[in-house]
């Protein structure tokens, strides 16, 4: 019903910059949160950077001061601006969106995109 299109990732040499971006399309009434997920080769996926509907951002203390998510609800998309890039930032990134629905909130996930950070 809701689908997620992620672009953006790549091969970038550490101190590098990338954006990502996450179009949501479907039937959709209203997007609540949306989010950036990762995961590392043999970690856990984690929460990277969140933003509310009404604009509050909270990031991983990790990528505080270096990543800013943003989003564009006339376009239903969330980008994610992640500057000084390190080896530690490899991996596979996903957006998330929860969507409104009366029978309930629900979230969807992209596919994910790769990001490798090496030189």
């Known amino acids: 019903q809701v689908q997620l299109v992620e672009s953006g990732g790549g091969l970038v040499q550490p101190g590098g910059s990338l954006r990502l971006s996450c179009v949501a399309s479907?039937?959709?009434?209203?997007?609540?949160?949306m989010a950036w997920y990762r995961q590392a080769p043999g970690k856990e996926r984690e929460l990277v950077a969140r933003?509310?509907?009404?604009?509050?951002?909270n990031y991983a203390d990790s990528v505080k001061g270096r990543f800013t998510i943003s989003r564009d609800n006339a376009k239903n998309t969330v980008y994610l601006a992640m500057n000084s890039l390190n080896s530690e930032d490899t991996g596979v990134y996903y957006c998330t969106v929860n969507v409104f629905r009366f029978q309930g909130n629900r979230d969807y996930w992209g596919q994910g995109t790769q990001v490798t950070v090496s030189s």
């Open positions: 479907g039937s959709i009434f209203t997007i609540n949160a």
């Open positions: 933003i509310t509907g009404g604009g509050t951002t």
